[in-house]
């Protein structure tokens, strides 16, 4: 099955650095990839669709210089949290959608999420 | 504001219950509808897809009723695997971007 890879799955890092998370489609080609987050208890809410070729198209509040994308081929997509602050500690999940998936019914396939935490 | 709604559980069942979790969604646009499982600390994992005529997989069965903008899924047989939090999912826009429910836990005991 179409498999997506998300790295790192974890990291730690101190108030101010940024942190690069990726977002590979292994066995598919993905033009459009969602990223995603997580806080505890909560809902996961949409931050940011990712467009190959193009720029990212963020949801309301997200910030866009906070929170780059970059989506440089068709199977990669990162997310760089630039100056990490402790409240951007969550989970950040990434999905992409099959290119060769012709039904709009089609599920995304979520990679297995980065738990960030910062000190 | 697009909202999807879901029962605010927890759900404490006995193996071999029965239990069943309600949806509702805002956007009466809505095409594509999902129920994912997420274990503690995990990613969603698809459970299954809902379409309107109800389909069934296994111990699940998943309905959608789009007159009232209400999605169910019933859970038969209830086992100690299924512990999890089960969220109620619409695809949305143009690029089919997914929104969450926050979600329902079940916890299912000996």
């Known amino acids: 099955g179409a498999v997506v890879s998300q790295h790192p799955s974890r990291v730690i890092c101190k108030s101010g650095t940024s942190v690069k998370i990726e977002c590979r489609s292994l066995?598919?080609?993905?033009?459009?990839m969602f990223w995603y987050r997580q806080f505890p208890k909560q809902s996961l809410m949409l931050m940011a669709t990712?467009?190959?070729?193009?720029?990212?198209?963020?949801e309301q509040g997200v910030e866009k210089d906070k929170f780059l994308i970059n989506h440089a081929s068709l199977t990669l997509s990162t997310l760089t949290v630039t100056s990490a602050h402790p409240e951007d500690s969550s989970f950040y999940i990434c999905?992409?959608?099959?290119?060769?998936?012709?039904?709009?019914?089609?599920?995304?396939?979520f990679g297995n999420g980065t738990r960030l935490t910062v000190t | 504001r697009k909202e999807v709604e879901q029962d605010p559980g927890p759900f404490n069942v006995p193996e071999g219950a029965t239990v069943a979790f309600n949806c509702t969604y805002s956007?009466?646009?809505?095409?594509?509808f999902f129920w994912y499982r997420q274990d503690c600390r995990k990613e969603p994992k698809l459970l299954m897809s809902?379409?309107?005529s109800g389909n069934e997989d296994g111990r699940f069965t998943a309905q959608l009723n789009r007159a009232s903008q209400y999605i169910s899924l019933l859970i038969r047989d209830s086992k100690l695997s299924d512990s999890a939090t089960y969220l109620c999912?619409?695809?949305?826009?143009?690029?089919?971007?997914?929104?969450f429910g926050k979600g329902t836990k079940l916890s299912v005991k000996p």
């Open positions: 999905s992409a959608r099959d290119d060769t998936s012709s039904s709009y019914n089609s599920p995304l396939h």
């Open positions: 956007n009466s646009a809505s095409q594509s």
């Open positions: 066995d598919f080609q993905a033009t459009t």
């Open positions: 999912v619409v695809k949305e826009g143009s690029q089919g971007n997914l929104i």
């Open positions: 809902v379409y309107s």
């Open positions: 990712s467009n190959e070729g193009s720029k990212a198209t963020y």
